[in-house]
């Protein structure tokens, strides 16, 4: 009996320490990308302030990163998704930088992230040319390697929901991408909770895999930002 005590004791003290551990490596993450985060848009009329307009137009990004969400079944974006695309387009339409880089899961025929959201763009008058759709991006961690890889990106704004932000712009530190974030929390998004504990998951994740730097599932032809974005889209 006291053997089993022994080895409980012990196994509960490896715990605390991997937990410990695992919180570490999540502060770490939030704290190394916190003070990129330049802006943050929290209502509905997509206000953002002169001064942080300028703040991002003065870092002279190559593009603006729209990275994907979810798509209903009736090919609208979630709200989510719709968030950050405004966002994104109002970055673009205010001269913050010249490009959208549309990043999102298109890995099946049935599930289309990345049209849908280069029709929205369409549809809010960016110019095809202007419109850069990454159809691999099927998770952070892809879309930001691909970003530098295939897209030949070395300064962008990244946007996305707040929570996000600090595991997009840690990746984006390690694939030698000057980064800077734009904040979309036009909305208080249903389940967010539970995404936030999903999240400390994500960013301990992504931390070992930016120290091992595996390939993304695709690569793929070169396609510079700062040509036009219409080879992208065939």
Not at 22 to 36: C, H, P, R, T
Not at 41 to 62: E, G, M, W, Y
């Amino acid at each position: 009996m006291k053997i089993w005590k022994k080895v409980l004791l012990q196994l509960a003290v490896l715990v605390v320490i991997l937990a410990a551990a695992l919180l570490g490596i999540n502060q770490y993450v939030v704290s190394s990308a916190q003070g990129e985060v330049l802006c943050t848009v929290s209502d509905k009329a997509n206000t953002i302030s002169k001064t942080d307009l300028d703040r991002l137009a003065q870092k002279d990004a190559d593009c603006i990163l729209v990275l994907g969400a979810l798509v209903r079944k009736d090919g609208s974006p979630s709200y989510m998704l719709q968030d950050r695309l405004d966002v994104g387009i109002k970055l673009y339409k205010a001269g913050a930088a010249p490009k959208l880089l549309l990043s999102g899961d298109h890995g099946q025929v049935r599930y289309d992230e990345v049209n849908v959201m280069k029709e929205y763009a369409l549809e809010q008058g960016v110019p095809k040319k202007d419109i850069f759709l990454d159809h691999a991006g099927f998770s952070t961690y892809d879309s930001i390697y691909r970003a530098k890889a295939v897209f030949q990106v070395e300064k962008m704004i990244v946007v996305t929901q707040g929570y996000h932000q600090y595991r997009a712009l840690y990746g984006c530190e390690k694939m030698g991408i000057d980064a800077w974030g734009a904040a979309a929390d036009q909305t208080t998004y249903r389940g967010q909770k539970m995404r936030d504990l999903r999240e400390i998951a994500a960013r301990d994740k992504d931390f070992v895999k930016w120290m091992v730097r595996p390939e993304p599932t695709y690569l793929g032809d070169a396609i510079p930002i700062s040509g036009s974005g219409i080879k992208s889209q065939d």
